[in-house]
């Protein structure tokens, strides 16, 4: 299943949908809703990464300043194929475009692999990849 990057400014209807259904396990910070956090992150100068196939978005991320990467989520029902890995590398793909001269994530022992294979190099906590 071929994802799409895309960049979300302002969701409409169907894509609030989708992204509650890929946040809806994902421990979001205590907010009134997922439209008021989609708020939140982008008053911090965050920007909404999204991965879309058939119509539908299934993954979603936030990248800040520097490139840093930050809640990658993938919708349930599509985890395990891949989703997250074709998000990540839609977005390698475009870093130039996008004036990045690096992507940044967190450590965590859930993504490391992950992280590891797309060729990000462990730094202390963090995960770097150079375009």
């Known amino acids: 299943m071929p994802v799409q990057l895309e960049i979300i400014n302002q969701p409409d209807p169907a894509d609030l949908a989708d992204l509650e259904k890929i946040y ?9 809703s997922l439209a008021d956090w989609l708020f939140d992150q982008r008053e911090a100068g965050n920007t909404l990464i999204a991965g879309r196939f058939n119509g539908h978005l299934l993954a979603a991320l936030w990248l800040g300043r520097g490139g840093r990467m930050a ?4 919708r349930a029902s599509t985890r395990r194929r891949g989703t997250a890995r074709q998000l990540v590398q ?15 994530a967190a450590d965590s022992a859930l993504l490391s692999p992950l992280w590891r294979e797309l060729g990000f190099q462990q ?6 990849w150079q375009s």
Not at 25 to 30: A, E, G, N
Not at 94 to 99: F, G, R, V
Not at 123 to 128: A, K, N, P
């Open 24 to 32: 809806a396990d994902y421990p979001l910070p205590p907010v009134a």
């Open 71 to 74: 809640h990658l989520c993938v």
């Open 90 to 104: 839609r977005l390698q793909q475009q870093a130039k475009q996008m004036h990045l001269a690096q992507l940044e």
């Open 123 to 128: 730094s202390g906590s963090t995960w770097i």
